[in-house]
């Protein structure tokens, strides 16, 4: 089995910054795209932010220019830098991965990380 573990969410002050980590565990052939997902409470999941694995980069309007995804692939992990933080980035973040296995590729979700942002 893969497990995506994500660690640095938390209560931040607005204009405040988060680091959010993922790593990969378990016996796989490699890792595609992976990503950042957010839900805010009544609303639909949506795509913060992609990093391919050639480094291409895709974010999402509202976080363009304050946030900025990376990955480790020695680590089989990836971060989200979130600077200027406002209230309307408070939501759970899940980590998104596509992870092959043998020849088959499957769409794994971490557990989600609580990010608050206060004004």
């Known amino acids: 089995q893969v497990h995506l573990v994500e660690s640095g969410g938390g209560l931040v002050q607005a204009g405040g910054s988060l680091r959010l980590s993922c790593a990969a565990s378990?016996?796989?052939?490699?890792?595609?795209?992976m990503g950042w997902y957010r839900q805010a409470p009544g609303k639909q999941r949506e795509l913060v932010a992609a990093i391919g694995s050639g480094e291409n980069t895709n974010y999402a309007d509202s976080v363009k220019g304050r946030f900025t995804i990376s990955r480790d692939n020695a680590k089989n992990t990836v971060y989200l830098q979130m600077n200027t933080l406002k209230p309307e980035d408070t939501a759970v973040y899940y980590c998104n991965a596509g992870v092959l296995i043998t020849t088959r590729l499957y769409n794994i979700w971490g557990q989600g990380t609580q990010v608050t942002v206060s004004s």
């Open positions: 378990g016996s796989f052939f490699s890792i595609n795209t």
